[in-house]
C-alpha cells in the first residue's frame, strides 16, 4: 500500500509498504465455513463479512458488545460503499445480523448499538426485539462545518441494552467524571462535594447519558486515522469500564479502524473484533502494537473522565512541578 506523506505535526496512522505485509500476517482470516472457535479468535482481528461468519460464532462468549455499523448513508470506506436504504429495508439490513450477534452476548452481558438520527427509530426496534433497553445515550460529535440550510448535525446516540433486565455488569465507579466547580459551596470553610487544587476546583460526578466531554480524533492527535468513521477511544474506554470487567471479552463485528479492540487492549481486557476491509485491519494491529508502548487514553486520567480542556491544564501543572513521569496529552 502506498506510503501517505504527512507533514511533521500531523500525526494521523501511517502504514509504511514494508511493514504493510507483517502486520497483514497477524490478521485471522477464516477459511470457508470453518467454526470460530473463541480460542482461535480471541485478541484477534478477523477478516471478513459478519454478515456471512457470525453464524459459525459460538453462543454466550462475549461480556461486551459495541456495534458501530453502517449509518443509513452513502458512505465510502474504502472502496467498500455503503449505500442509502428506505427505513424498511434498513431495518430488514439489520434484522438480518443482529440476533446471531445478540447470540453471543453472555446472560450478564451488555450491548451498545451506535447510530445517528436518521437510523437511531430503527436501531431502537432491533434493540427493543432483541435485548432489554436500560438507556439512550446521547454524544456531542462537535465537527464539520454544518450545513446553509439545516441545523448542524453535532449529536450521536448509543443505545444501551441488557440480555437480562437486573442481573448484569455495571461498575459506575470507574466511569465518574472530573467537572469544574463554578460556584464552589463551603461548609464550616471547607470544600463540599469538591476538592480545591492549584489547577482549578473539581467534583467527582456521576456519569449521566449524554456525553459531552468527547473531542473526535484529529490530525494531531496520536489516535487519528484516516477512517471516515472513526470513534474516539475515549468514547469507547466508558463504555468499557462500565461495561465490561478486567479479563472480560468485548466484540466488536464492525471493527474499522480498530478502536474498540485498542482500547480493550489499553483497559487489561480481552476482544474480538470482524473488519471486512483488510487495509483496515491491518492499521488496527498497527495501532495495538502501539497500545503496547502507550496505554493512556486521551481525557481519561487517574481513574476519572475528565471534561474537555481540563486534565491538558492539569497536566501542564503537574509538569511544572516536576512531575516528570506523566504521559503528555493534548486536549481531551
Not at 450477534?101 to 450491548?111: D, I, W
Not at 448542524?152 to 470507574?174: C, P, R, S
Request: proline letters at 5%; one cysteine or more.
Amino acid at each position: 500500500m502506498p506510503e501517505k506523506k504527512r507533514a511533521p505535526r500531523n500525526q494521523t496512522l501511517t502504514v509504511a509498504r514494508d511493514e504493510y505485509d507483517k502486520l497483514a500476517k497477524k490478521l485471522f482470516k477464516p477459511k470457508g465455513s470453518e467454526r470460530l472457535a473463541l480460542d482461535n479468535i480471541l485478541n484477534k482481528t478477523v477478516i471478513g463479512d459478519t454478515l456471512e461468519l457470525i453464524s459459525s460464532m459460538p453462543d454466550e462468549i462475549f461480556d461486551l458488545i459495541i456495534i458501530d455499523p453502517p449509518y443509513n448513508l452513502n458512505k465510502d470506506f474504502n472502496g467498500l460503499k455503503f449505500k442509502s436504504m428506505d427505513n424498511e429495508s434498513y431495518v430488514a439490513y439489520l434484522r438480518l445480523w443482529f440476533p446471531d450477534v445478540v447470540r453471543t452476548l453472555k446472560p450478564t452481558g451488555s450491548l451498545y448499538l451506535c447510530g445517528d438520527w436518521k437510523n437511531t427509530a430503527a436501531l431502537q426496534l432491533v434493540m427493543e426485539e432483541n435485548l432489554n433497553i436500560k438507556n439512550r445515550i446521547t454524544w456531542q460529535r462537535e465537527k464539520g462545518r454544518g450545513a446553509k440550510s439545516n441545523w448542524k448535525n453535532a449529536m450521536e446516540d448509543i443505545w444501551f441494552g441488557t440480555k437480562h433486565g437486573k442481573d448484569y455488569y455495571f461498575d459506575v465507579d470507574a466511569v465518574k467524571m472530573k467537572r469544574k466547580v463554578i460556584a464552589p459551596y463551603r461548609e464550616k470553610g471547607k470544600p463540599k462535594d469538591w476538592e480545591e487544587t492549584d489547577a482549578g476546583n473539581f467534583r467527582l460526578t456521576h456519569p449521566g447519558n449524554f456525553w459531552d466531554d468527547i473531542s473526535i480524533p484529529y490530525w494531531s492527535m496520536p489516535e487519528n486515522t484516516d477512517h471516515p468513521t472513526q470513534k474516539p477511544e475515549k468514547l469507547v474506554a466508558k463504555m468499557i469500564l462500565a461495561s465490561c470487567p478486567e479479563k472480560g471479552i468485548v466484540f466488536d463485528p464492525f471493527l474499522g479502524s480498530g478502536t474498540t479492540s485498542v482500547v480493550a487492549r489499553k483497559l487489561n481486557r480481552e476482544y474480538v473484533g470482524i473488519e471486512l476491509n483488510e487495509e483496515y485491519g491491518v492499521w488496527t494491529e498497527k495501532r495495538l502494537l502501539k497500545a503496547e508502548l502507550d496505554k493512556s487514553i486521551q481525557g481519561y486520567s487517574d481513574g476519572v473522565f475528565w471534561e474537555r480542556n481540563t486534565l491538558a491544564h492539569q497536566k501542564k501543572n503537574k509538569k511544572n512541578n516536576n512531575d516528570q513521569n506523566q504521559p503528555t496529552l493534548f486536549n481531551n
